[in-house]
């Protein structure tokens, strides 16, 4: 009878194994494709979904803002709303501490947008402009 519940034991265990096994691969082979995708879309396609997962979207949406428009944004209206959002969600005074990190993530979101756009920008004015060596002639 013992061995009966032992053999019963080991194999529902195995099959649970199994099973988490063959979940983490597909998970892992998903990701990868994703991955993949991100890398043939471009450099600047990777931060998509940074930030915990956050689109611009979401992020804008999170801090009530109008979304960056050719990477121009009032970043002082992005401080504003989110230091209101940030202190009226203080755990200490009852608050949620999800809601503050999901209001710290969307402020990020849209901060690296802004810089990736103006550093975008900067190499394109750059381009434009030509190289410019600054040439100091001895006297």
Request: charged share 30%; aromatic share 8%; with cysteine.
């Amino acid at each position: 009878m013992a061995h009966r519940l032992i053999a019963q034991l080991v194999f529902t265990g195995s099959r649970v194994l199994g099973r988490a096994f063959l979940e983490a691969y597909r998970q892992a082979a998903a990701s990868q494709k994703y991955a993949a995708e991100a890398a043939k879309a471009g450099p600047g396609a990777a931060n998509n979904r940074v930030s915990a997962g956050l689109t611009l979207e979401e992020a804008c949406k999170i801090l009530n803002v109008s979304a960056p428009q050719k990477g121009k944004a009032d970043l002082d209206l992005v401080m504003e709303r989110f230091k209101k959002l940030f202190d009226l969600n203080e755990p200490q005074n009852g608050g949620s501490f999800y809601l503050q990190s999901k209001i710290l993530r969307a402020r990020e979101r849209i901060e690296l947008e802004v810089r990736e756009a103006e550093r975008v920008a900067e190499r394109e004015k750059e381009l434009a402009g030509g190289w410019n060596p600054k040439i100091y002639k001895d006297r």
